[in-house]
Structure formats: structure tokens, C-alpha cells
């Protein structure tokens, strides 16, 4: 269940002095202790007690030597099966406490207070959870929901433009596969810095929701989530290797820029339409530079990819704007156009 906060934050506080948990860990990063926690603390109600987990910020943290010191303090703090963890920070952290909290003990309850536009709109609900493996993304998790997510926009007020705007990638996703209003809307703001964002987060909160609901096991519907992701994530994690990192949203709208294009290849999208879509995403993100990456090493990657069985690289492509489909096997020959395409618009 969703939940926006108001700024007393009365409905965390009635949802755990509701509970009696038997304990409450608050899971957060350095960059989140600074901004967000504060304010957190300041609205809890003076009867609940809890302890502070801490890990330093970044998608480096996102493994299995963090989750393992994070279970190691659980225990040594004596959590028991009544415990409750709090994710309170970006889908780093959401993702790495909900993996800990429903790993521990086989799994203890937790919550989500995302801080990020990227945790508001997307990391925090769906219930995936998980760690990176060597240069792999997301490769070891559980599928587990949280209890409650709670939301509080005005955390925003302090995320720097650069992560707002990864976040708004994945509300442009959203409107993409399913809501072409949800997409004209955003599209219509100058630039996706918090202010802006702020009064359609609920939208696309709610259309994350509505595909996770329909097929939480993601068999079918929910692969539409995955637009712009698997080509995506290879880049994502080419970067990375690369020693020039990049953020998720950055690297996904990349990814929807070839998808899109893949989309037409195969037929599914007019030219015209896959070219409003390919002009929006280049007017908000800068052009990353992929010319270093041989077709070869983005191959290897996509078909590592979770999603794939076989040989075959499974696509979700746009059938319209506000209209995806999902189960494409394109072909080797169709994703290096796609590839070369993006090479070629900068
Ligand atoms: P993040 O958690 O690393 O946060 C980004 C940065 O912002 C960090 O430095 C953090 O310390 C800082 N920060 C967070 N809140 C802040 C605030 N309010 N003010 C100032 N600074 C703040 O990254 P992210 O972009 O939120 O999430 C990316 C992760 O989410 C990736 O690991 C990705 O795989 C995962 N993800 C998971 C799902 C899922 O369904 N589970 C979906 C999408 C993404
Ligand atoms: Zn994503």
C-alpha cells in the first residue's frame, strides 16, 4: 500500500505504534543520514525506539559484503522475527534492506520511505529486491513487498537535478507503456527538476502499481516494465566497467532510445511516432557516448540477462505511445541497427 506522507508524518507514526514491532532498524546512507533523516526524526513520535543502520552512498555498496555486514548486525543486535526494517533512501537502499530484511531469519518485515525520484516512482514498489554480482545487475534477490510505502515528495527538495532527472526516465517509461496522458504531461515540462515532477509522481506511482498488481510474477504484463531496460542495463553496466559510471535513468533512456528505435524496425511503431519519442528523450538526456563499446560486448551482456532464455534476447517494444508489448525475439542483426542508430545521433 501507498501512502503519501503528511508533514507531520502522523500515519508512519499510527502505522508503527499500531504494530509494536519488537524492534526498528532505520536503514539509510550518508547522503540520506544528512538530508533526509532529520526530518524523519523530527516527526517520529517520541515513544519509538530504534536503531540506525548506516552504509556509504553508491551502487558499489549494492553487494553481497554490505548485505553481509548488514545481517551481521541484525544479529548481533539480537533482531528477532517481530523486527522491522526501514528503508528510508534511494532505490539503492530499498533494494539492498528489502533483500537483507527478507533474507534475515527467512525474512523479517520492512518498509520503504523513498527519497529519490527513482525509489518514489519505481525502486520502492513491485516488491523486487536484490544485490549486484560481479559487474551484474540485480543479479541475486527475492521477490518480497514491503509492508507499507510510505512517500514524502518534498525529500526531493535536496536531490541534486542530475538524479532527479535519472528518476523522471523511469516516469517517462511509465507513460510510454501505458498512460500516453501520463506522457504528455511530463513531456510537456521544460526540465524534470523536483518542483515539476512533484504533482505527477502520484500517477506514475499508480501505474507501476496497476502492472505489478496484475502479474506480480512477471510472466506477462510486468515485463512491460522492462521497456528501455535491457539494452539499458548493458550500457548501465559498460559504463561501470568502464570507470565512467553513469546513473540508471540516464543509461535507461539510452536504452529506450535504441528500443524505440527496435520498436520501428520491427514494424510495431510508425516513424513518425518512434521520432516524437526519440526528440523528447534527446531534448532531457545528454547523448552517452557508447562509441568505446564493441557490439560484441553489449551481446555478452544481453544475453546474461535474467531475462533470457536460450540464445534469444526478449524485448518489450512500444506498440504506440502509451502501448507496449512484450515476448519480442529480435533479432542479432536488428539490435546492432538499433545500436548503430544511437551511435549515430549524436
Ligand atoms: P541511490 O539510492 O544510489 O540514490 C542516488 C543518490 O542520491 C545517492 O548518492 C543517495 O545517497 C542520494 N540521495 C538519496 N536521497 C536523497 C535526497 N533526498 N537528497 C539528497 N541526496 C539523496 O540511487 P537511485 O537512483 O535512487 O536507485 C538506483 C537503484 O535502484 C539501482 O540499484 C537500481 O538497480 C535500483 N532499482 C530497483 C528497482 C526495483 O524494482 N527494485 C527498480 C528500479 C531501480
Ligand atoms: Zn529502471
Known amino acids: 500500500m501507498i501512502t503519501f506522507l503528511d508533514d507531520h508524518f502522523s500515519q508512519l507514526n499510527d502505522f508503527l505504534l499500531e504494530k ?3 524492534k526498528i532498524f532505520i536503514l539509510t546512507d550518508e547522503n540520506v543520514h544528512e538530508y533526509c533523516l532529520p526530518v524523519l526524526l523530527g516527526n517520529l513520535d517520541t515513544d519509538i525506539a530504534f536503531e540506525i543502520l548506516e552504509i556509504e552512498p553508491g ?38 534492506g528489502g533483500f537483507v530484511a527478507s533474507t534475515y531469519k527467512r525474512g523479517i518485515r520492512f518498509i520503504n520511505i523513498p527519497t529519490t525520484l527513482l525509489s518514489m516512482c519505481d525502486a520502492s514498489i513491485g516488491g523486487k529486491t536484490g544485490i549486484d554480482l560481479m559487474h551484474y545487475k540485480n543479479m541475486v534477490g527475492t521477490f518480497s513487498f514491503p509492508e507499507q ?36 504531461e511530463l513531456t510537456q515540462l521544460p526540465k524534470p527538476d523536483s518542483e515539476s515532477v512533484i504533482p505527477h509522481i502520484q500517477t506514475s506511482m499508480d501505474i507501476k502499481q496497476e502492472v505489478v498488481n496484475k502479474d506480480f510474477q512477471e510472466k506477462n504484463i510486468r515485463k512491460t516494465l522492462n521497456f528501455g531496460h535491457t539494452i539499458g542495463h548493458a550500457v548501465e553496466s ?13 543509461a535507461v533512456a539510452a536504452g529506450m532510445i ?39 560486448a553489449v551481446f555478452a551482456l544481453l544475453f546474461n540477462d535474467k531475462k533470457n532464455t536460450d540464445r534469444k534476447i526478449n524485448f518489450s517494444l512500444l506498440t504506440s505511445i502509451g502501448s507496449c508489448n512484450f515476448d519480442y525475439q529480435c533479432s542479432e542483426k536488428m539490435i546492432r541497427k538499433a545500436l548503430k542508430f544511437y551511435r549515430e545521433i549524436n
Open 20 to 22: 509494536s514491532f519488537s
Open 59 to 96: 551502487e558499489e555498496m549494492k553487494n553481497v559484503q554490505t548485505a553481509n555486514q548488514l545481517w551481521e548486525i541484525l544479529t548481533e543486535m539480537q533482531a528477532d522475527r517481530q523486527a522491522l526494517v526501514i528503508n528510508l533512501g534511494g532505490g539503492v537502499i530499498t533494494d539492498m
Open 149 to 184: 510505502i510510505f512517500v514524502y515528495p518534498k525529500f526531493l527538495e535536496t536531490l541534486p537535478f542530475k538524479e532527479v532527472r535519472s528518476g523522471f526516465a523511469e516516469m517517462l517509461k511509465h507513460g510510454l507503456i501505458a498512460d500516453k496522458i501520463h506522457w504528455n
Open 238 to 250: 559498460l559504463c561501470l566497467e568502464q570507470g565512467n559510471p553513469v546513473l540508471h535513468g540516464e
Open 258 to 296: 535504441c528500443e524505440t528505435h527496435l520498436s520501428y524496425l520491427e514494424g510495431l511503431i510508425s516513424e513518425e511516432e518512434s521520432g516524437i519519442i526519440i526528440d523528447a528523450l534527446k531534448k532531457y538526456y545528454p547523448y552517452l557516448d557508447i562509441s568505446d563499446f564493441s557490439d560484441d
